[in-house]
């Protein structure tokens, strides 16, 4: 998971639409500013998933727009563009596995990035129970984006003579945020 500073730049669409119908909800959006929201999300991200770091286009095909706080937690915070991210829509994990549930650890939180490592296998340790609850209601252990990770640390390792690296994943038996996230825009 990778620190997400909302801009808080909303689209355009989204604030006129907000102001024009302050009694709605997300679900009264029609698709294009839904698709605003979303090209907006995974811009700022970077185009990677809010939750596991795979790559997004921004379109509906592979992205979604994830509420950190569940709509059915707070329906006063559907509309509110610091509670939406852009994730992936990868079956069983990330937004998908989350469902309703609220999350330990976001990734609007900076302890987002030192509370879950990554591991030489493709696996994610969490540091604490929190840590440990966020990567289970997110699924990001499951065997299917462990071997993703662990063909891109092979793949990057076979490719670049990087010391760091080799420290990283030789001698910690683990992998930086940067390192995984670095991969992840290269190799996914």
């Excluded at 679900?27 to 770091?53: H, N, P, S, W």
């Excluded at 540091?127 to 990770?149: E, F, G, H, P, Y």
Aim: glycine share 2%.
């Amino acid at each position: 998971m990778k620190l997400i500073r909302k801009n808080n730049n909303e689209p355009a669409r989204l604030s006129l639409w907000k102001a024009q119908n302050p009694d709605k909800v997300y679900d009264d959006l029609d698709q294009g500013i839904k698709q605003d929201i979303r090209m907006a999300c995974a811009t700022e991200q970077g185009f990677l998933c809010a939750y596991c770091c795979k790559a997004i286009s921004g379109s509906n095909t592979d992205t979604l727009n994830e509420h950190i706080v569940p709509q059915s937690v707070d329906a006063s915070r559907t509309l509110d563009f610091t509670n939406i991210v852009a994730s992936c829509t990868t079956d069983k994990q990330c937004d998908r596995a989350k469902k309703n549930n609220v999350l330990p650890i976001t990734p609007l939180m900076p302890n987002c990035e030192t509370d879950l490592v990554f591991q030489l296998d493709g696996s994610v340790k969490g540091q604490n129970k929190v840590a440990r609850q966020t990567i289970s209601i997110l699924n990001l252990n499951n065997k299917a984006l462990q071997n993703d990770r662990k063909r891109m640390i092979v793949e990057y390792f076979d490719e670049e003579d990087d010391d760091e690296f080799f420290y990283c994943c030789c001698v910690k038996k683990s992998c930086s945020l940067k390192t995984v996230v670095c991969l992840s825009m290269r190799l996914w």
